[in-house]
Nanobody, 125 residues
Framework: QVQLVESGGGLVQAGGSLRLSCAASVRTFSSYTMGWFRQAPGKEREFAAVISWRDDETTYADSVKGRFTISRDNAKNTVYLQMNSLKPEDTAVYYC??????????????????WGQGTQVTVSS
């Protein structure tokens, strides 16, 4: 069983930055593909970013490309999401997720097995 705990959310003004962290309680963290998703009120959970297990390759949703950066520290069993130039439309609960390394940079929720509880990000205009 993998437990994921997100932190770093909060309230920020438009144009500001936040750094989310997701700590995983698993010995084989480096073998998991890690993703960040977000869910705004009344909307479906949507993909934001993913980082591969093997070579740290990344991909992003068009809505966050150039503003968000996903990274991982396998020594700390942690994945990060650096969010810059935040916009009010980035307001959502942000979730990290872990999936098997065999799927190439998945963007769909069904590809992930473990989920964190989420952290709220609110961007004021």
């Amino acid at each position: 069983q993998v437990q994921l705990v997100e932190s770093g959310g909060g309230l920020v003004q438009a144009g500001g930055s936040l750094r989310l962290s997701c700590a995983a309680s698993v010995r084989t963290f480096s073998s998991y593909t890690m993703g960040w998703f977000r869910q705004a009120p009344g909307k479906e959970r949507e993909f934001a970013a993913v980082i591969s297990w093997r070579d740290d390759e990344t991909t992003y949703a068009d809505s966050v490309k150039g503003r968000f950066t996903i990274s991982r520290d396998n020594a700390k069993n942690t994945v990060y999401l650096q969010m810059n130039s935040l916009k009010p439309e980035d307001t959502a609960v942000y979730y990290c997720a872990a999936g098997p390394g065999g799927i190439y940079l998945p963007r769909v929720t069904s590809a992930y097995v473990y989920w964190g509880q989420g952290t709220q990000v609110t961007v004021s205009s």
